[in-house]
């Protein structure tokens, strides 16, 4: 270990101290809500502006900090991998090393399935890093206290796989002498309340808030559609929509829901019922997808308040809910409708670029402008009525205001499949992404201190780097497509991770006993990478569950098989494997940054930057062998 590796080592446990405790008391030192610098992505929850100075220097601090923070705490490990993979012959160290990744994702589903929280997550990753440092006393102390600091989770909090839920009894005003009711928070946000809108409720408690104001937004489907009886709801929720449909006499319900630990929230807590009604089916599903396999019709439609808070996967830069809100999402729905039927879509985006997107699609998708209501509750409330036989209404609590949005929607670029950013204004990165690209700079700047930069232009790690970048894109794709195709569900995130670890594993074990021709292994590539930009997946929609599982699998698949391939290719005649490993990873992480590319291009051009990945890796291997 040299002088260099053994800093970070001594560094290694007190950033991750300091790490995990930012994160412990994120709330308390308020940084969950940071205003982001810009005012061109739409996002819930940040604190107040002070000003834009102050703004930036607030986000740029914490980024700086945590990213600091990170990078000293992965590169003692970095280094450890380094480290022992030089023991073994380079093919045989990768797969010891895939075998590990492959262990973690599937304790990463066994814990995401039971909702463990985050301590029990901790303390299996300190036991392998007591284990890893178990001559040293200090790291010992440390990984032992890490866990120690999110055990003490409060009672009223659960972990689902998307999100940490939390719920709060909640008071009208304090002289209430009892809660009226109950919030519903996931990662510290504001997500939805649960609420008595029953008759009954009313009765003892007339116009009593929010409940008397919510009312007439969960009522609003009904009287534009009056005598639903089979009704769609997407984002069910904890029940709110569901109660509405059955107050108004609906026989027969799908409701859609994507978190399993807020649905039983839902059949816990809400106060109606509504979810023992023996006329409501739970589909626990993503909405997208539950639309592609039903063979139903329905007089209405509900879009739920469905915005997600979070991120697809961490590997993309989509919503949960991004493929929910496109072109061809709301053309799905529409047909789902009767002849006669309505689609009712709510959403908490007030005034913004975001309601005149959603108000653009549906005109698009209709032919004709929806009803659109201003009903502020949760204070930015809006909610767009479409079909042709919806019935306006003169609700003097909630304005129409079409004027507004027709005027603002005029210059605002629909979402698409293609270019699925219901919450960007344009086809731009937002400002703080910059922000954050410059700080991942400085995270490869310090990652030089351990490797000279000269190591990195060399033809051969040239050829890593690329394959590590083209490889990332990839994932992406198949991420974002499978998501498009089966669900945005945590499970098939997982499972498309796994499948790209075991082509990895399945390509290692191949080239432990043959040496395919790289030129032969480029073709294929290539050949396969075309097949996957002509050929989307979205193609399969029509096909059942078991060949669309199939030819998605195998479309996705051989591009990954045949880069995995090359990379062992190469990695089998390395004379330095924790290097040519280092230098793949990283060119993993500039391929996570060219990945925000899909905001301006759509993911063509993911595809397009794959493909010139790999050509310029192709270029590397021959300057490097001067032939194939």
């Given amino acids: 270990m040299n002088k260099k590796e053994k800093v970070f080592a001594i560094l290694f446990p007190?950033?991750?101290?300091?790490?995990?405790?930012?994160?412990?008391?994120?709330?308390?030192?308020?940084?969950?809500?940071?205003?982001?610098?810009?005012?061109?992505?739409?996002i819930w929850g940040t604190s107040e502006s002070i000003s834009p100075y102050i703004d930036f220097m607030r986000y740029a601090g914490a980024i700086t900090v945590i990213s600091l923070l990170i990078v000293f705490f992965c590169m003692p490990i970095g280094s450890l991998i380094s480290k022992y993979l030089d023991y073994f012959p380079p093919l045989r160290g990768y797969s010891i090393n895939l075998i590990g990744s492959i262990a973690g994702i599937v304790v990463f589903t066994l814990m995401s399935y039971l909702g463990?929280?985050?301590?029990?997550?901790?303390?299996?990753?300190?036991?392998?890093?007591?284990?890893?440092?178990?001559?040293?006393?200090?790291?010992?102390?440390?990984?032992?206290?890490?866990?120690?600091?999110?055990?003490?989770?409060?009672e009223n909090v659960l972990w689902s796989p998307y999100y940490r839920i939390s719920l709060e009894p909640q008071l009208s005003s304090p002289r209430e002498p009892k809660p009226s009711f109950m919030s519903v928070s996931v990662n510290h946000d504001y997500?939805?309340?649960?609420?008595?809108?029953?008759?009954?409720?009313?009765?003892?408690?007339?116009?009593?808030?929010?409940?008397?104001?919510?009312?007439?937004?969960?009522?609003?489907?009904?009287?534009?559609?009056?005598?639903?009886?089979?009704?769609?709801?997407?984002g069910a929720g904890t029940g709110n929509d569901v109660a509405a449909a059955l107050r108004h006499g609906a026989e027969y319900i799908d409701a859609v829901e994507i978190d399993p630990v807020i649905l039983d929230i839902g059949k816990k807590y809400h106060p109606e019922q509504p979810y023992d009604s023996h006329k409501v089916r739970v589909r626990l599903d993503d909405a997208r997808s539950f639309m592609r396999k039903t063979t139903q019709r329905y007089d209405l439609v509900v879009f739920a308040?469905?915005?997600?808070?979070?991120?697809?996967?961490?590997?993309?830069?989509?919503?949960?809910?991004?493929?929910?809100?496109?072109?061809?999402?709301?053309?799905?729905?529409?047909?789902?409708?009767?002849?006669?039927?309505?689609?009712?879509?709510?959403?908490?985006?007030?005034?913004?670029?975001?309601?005149?997107?959603?108000?653009?699609?549906?005109?698009?998708?209709?032919?004709?402008a929806p009803l659109s209501y201003g009903t502020a509750y949760d204070r930015h409330g809006v909610v767009f009525v479409?079909?042709?036989?919806?019935?306006?209404?003169?609700?003097?609590?909630?304005?129409?205001?079409?004027?507004?949005?027709?005027?603002?929607?005029?210059?605002?670029?629909?979402?698409?499949?293609?270019?699925?950013?219901?919450?960007?204004?344009?086809?731009?990165?937002?400002?703080?992404?910059?922000?954050?690209?410059?700080?991942?700079?400085?995270?490869?700047f310090l990652a030089k201190l351990l490797l000279p930069m000269k190591a990195i232009w060399t033809s051969n790690n040239l050829h890593f780097f690329m394959l590590g970048a083209a490889f990332l894109l990839l994932e992406t794709k198949a991420i974002t497509e499978l998501a498009l195709l089966f669900g945005s569900t945590w499970i098939v995130n997982t499972i498309a991770i796994l499948a790209f670890l075991l082509m990895a594993f399945m390509a290692n074990l191949i080239l432990t006993f043959s040496t395919p021709s790289r030129k032969i292994l480029y073709i294929l590539l290539f050949i396969s990478l075309t097949i996957?930009?002509?050929?989307?997946?979205?193609?399969?929609?029509?096909?059942?569950?078991?060949?669309?599982?199939?030819?998605?699998?195998?479309?996705?698949?051989?591009?990954?098989?045949?880069?995995?391939?090359?990379?062992?290719?190469?990695?089998?005649?390395?004379?330095?494997?924790?290097?040519?490993?280092?230098v793949n990873l990283m060119g993993a992480l500039i391929g996570g940054v060219a990945e925000n590319a899909v905001m301006i291009g759509g993911m063509l051009l993911i595809e397009g930057m794959a493909v010139i990945f790999y050509i310029i890796s192709l270029v590397a291997i021959i300057f490097m062998r001067k032939s194939l």
Wanted: with cysteine; aromatic share 14%; charged share 15%.
């Fill in 305 to 368: 308040f469905l915005d997600s808070h979070t991120l697809l996967a961490n590997s993309s830069s989509l919503r949960l809910d991004n493929y929910v809100y496109t072109e061809e999402s709301l053309e799905e729905a529409k047909n789902l409708l009767k002849p006669e039927g309505t689609m009712v879509l709510a959403f908490a985006a007030g005034k913004s670029f975001v309601s005149a997107r959603i108000y653009k699609m549906l005109k698009n998708v209709f032919n004709k």
């Fill in 532 to 582: 996957s930009i002509v050929f989307p997946l979205k193609i399969l929609t029509p096909l059942q569950t078991i060949p669309k599982i199939f030819f998605s699998g195998l479309i996705l698949a051989l591009p990954v098989f045949f880069s995995a391939m090359l990379f062992s290719r190469a990695f089998r005649e390395t004379h330095s494997p924790g290097e040519s490993l280092g």
């Fill in 386 to 444: 479409s079909g042709e036989n919806a019935l306006p209404g003169n609700f003097s609590r909630c304005p129409i205001i079409n004027d507004w949005l027709e005027k603002e929607a005029a210059n605002i670029l629909p979402a698409t499949d293609d270019w699925p950013f219901l919450y960007l204004r344009e086809r731009n990165l937002p400002d703080s992404y910059y922000i954050l690209f410059l700080f991942l700079l400085l995270a490869w």
């Fill in 14 to 42: 007190f950033s991750g101290l300091l790490l995990f405790l930012i994160i412990r008391f994120a709330s308390a030192l308020d940084i969950n809500h940071l205003p982001l610098p810009g005012v061109d992505y739409f």
């Fill in 191 to 234: 997500h939805q309340k649960i609420l008595d809108l029953s008759s009954a409720f009313f009765e003892k408690n007339p116009k009593r808030e929010p409940n008397y104001s919510a009312l007439l937004t969960y009522d609003l489907p009904y009287l534009s559609h009056p005598g639903a009886k089979k009704v769609l709801i997407l």
């Fill in 116 to 154: 463990t929280p985050p301590w029990i997550w901790i303390g299996f990753g300190s036991l392998i890093l007591l284990w890893l440092y178990w001559g040293q006393l200090i790291p010992r102390i440390i990984f032992f206290i890490l866990p120690l600091l999110v055990i003490s989770t409060p």
